[in-house]
């Protein structure tokens, strides 16, 4: 495969001098100043277009992956390394992994996890990492780049309609279906050696894309540094203060926002907790390398890799904490592993309840959900 240097896809992403999106739509509302045309009615709209930004690219400049080929674990681990973030999607037997390597190049791969119809998304400017439910009133949506941002965040569209979603929320916040929400998926985001050893008949997205990209290279190398911030001309505001602006923190949404940071779950590596009646438990384990730090992706600082469950089986609530190569629950003793399988004890064969979460960047997530909890030890 050629390679073409990340600089000449995706820099644009981070230089371009960011503009307002909407900026004088014709008559019927569907063409901007930029010259692209839309379909989306501009009329309707639950936030400020002001907010909405170019990040450079235009509409479709940034590719999503509309027919994904997939590969064996074996033929995958011809080029992933151990450390590799892969997000994981599972539905009945059957699991997917979407390598980092690509969706830092697509942000978006649209795809069917055993009858399931999901899109699985990836905001490098924010770290989000989410899958989204396809199925909308009795619609299959697909979804692509707008190459807009709101607060940093990455805007879809549908195709259908082309109504604009924000990606870290699902909402739907431009256009016909504004006001609708997408449903979330859970998903984990894991090292390659973790998923392979989880999920042995795993199917890895293909670098086989259509595309001509150099998958495994980051083209924003650094980005991630813990004392930065993130990048002003896409994030006018000041960040949530209570946390760094780029501390990763374990982000679930019950009614009310929920967050425990990277830095205290490095240490604890358990977070029990209760959120609005839902007893929950994060776990933390390392061995992840993040996908914004180094120029190589594989060779990025081990950040570590993370889950979230109900913590109730049948009646009883369970309490974790770590042991040696995983988990155990306090009440009958059962062993545990990060894909909320108990593998010893009483409670073996029993599986815990997913949660979708999401490990963003605290700017990213307080921005979207101010009334959010921090968690501490």
């Given amino acids: 495969m050629m390679s073409v240097h990340p600089l000449l896809a995706v820099l644009p992403f981070l230089v371009v001098a960011a503009t307002a999106c909407a900026q004088e739509p014709d008559s019927a509302g569907r063409r901007l100043s930029?010259?692209?045309?839309?379909?989306?009615?501009?009329?309707?709209?639950?936030?400020?277009?002001?907010?909405?930004?170019?990040?450079?690219?235009p509409k479709d400049g940034i590719p999503a992956i509309d027919r994904p080929r997939f590969e064996s674990v074996r033929e995958?681990?011809?080029w992933l390394n151990d450390r590799d973030p892969v997000?994981?999607?599972?539905?009945?037997?059957?699991?997917?992994?979407?390598?980092?390597?690509i969706l830092t190049w697509h942000e978006i791969v649209n795809d069917?996890?055993?009858?399931?119809?999901?899109?699985?998304?990836?905001?490098?400017?924010c770290n989000t990492a989410l899958v989204f439910d396809r199925r909308l009133d009795?619609?299959?949506?697909?979804?692509?780049?707008?190459?807009?941002?709101?607060?940093?965040?990455?805007v879809m569209y549908d195709r259908q309609t082309e109504t604009w979603w924000q990606q870290a929320t699902g909402d739907a916040i431009v256009g016909e279906l504004e006001g609708k929400k997408l449903r979330r998926v859970p998903s984990?985001?894991?090292?390659?050696?973790?998923?392979?050893?989880?999920?042995?008949?795993?199917?890895?997205?293909?670098?086989?894309?259509?595309?001509d990209r150099p998958y495994g290279r980051n083209p924003y190398a650094g980005y991630d540094d813990p004392g930065s911030g993130p990048l002003k001309r896409f994030f006018n505001r000041d960040a949530d203060p209570r946390l760094k602006a780029m501390e990763r923190v374990v982000a679930v949404e019950l009614g009310v926002g929920w967050a425990a940071p990277f830095s205290a779950l490095r240490e604890a590596r358990v977070a029990n907790a209760e959120v609005k009646g839902t007893p929950l438990v994060a776990l933390w384990s390392p061995g992840a390398a993040?996908?914004?730090?180094?120029?190589?992706?594989?060779?990025?600082?081990?950040?570590?890799?993370?889950?979230?469950?109900?913590?109730?089986?049948?009646?009883?609530?369970?309490?974790?904490?770590p042991v040696k190569g995983g988990f155990r629950d306090r009440e009958t003793g059962s062993g545990w592993t990060l894909a909320g399988r108990a593998v010893d004890g009483p409670l073996k064969g029993q599986r815990l309840r997913p949660i979708p979460h999401g490990n963003h960047f605290w700017f990213a997530w307080a921005v979207f959900r101010p009334e959010t909890e921090v968690w501490r030890p």
């Fill in 34 to 57: 930029d010259g692209e045309v839309w379909r989306t009615d501009f009329s309707r709209h639950s936030v400020p277009l002001g907010e909405i930004v170019s990040g450079g690219p």
């Fill in 76 to 78: 995958a681990g011809r």
């Fill in 87 to 101: 997000m994981v999607v599972e539905n009945g037997d059957v699991a997917k992994a979407y390598p980092l390597a």
């Fill in 112 to 125: 069917e996890v055993a009858g399931l119809p999901v899109a699985v998304t990836f905001c490098p400017l």
């Fill in 138 to 154: 009795r619609r299959l949506l697909d979804f692509g780049a707008t190459g807009r941002l709101r607060h940093s965040d990455l």
């Fill in 188 to 211: 984990n985001t894991l090292a390659w050696a973790t998923a392979r050893e989880l999920h042995p008949n795993l199917r890895v997205l293909s670098r086989q894309t259509g595309h």
């Fill in 290 to 321: 993040s996908a914004l730090d180094a120029a190589e992706i594989a060779r990025g600082r081990d950040v570590g890799q993370t889950a979230v469950y109900d913590r109730r089986v049948g009646t009883r609530v369970l309490t974790f904490h």
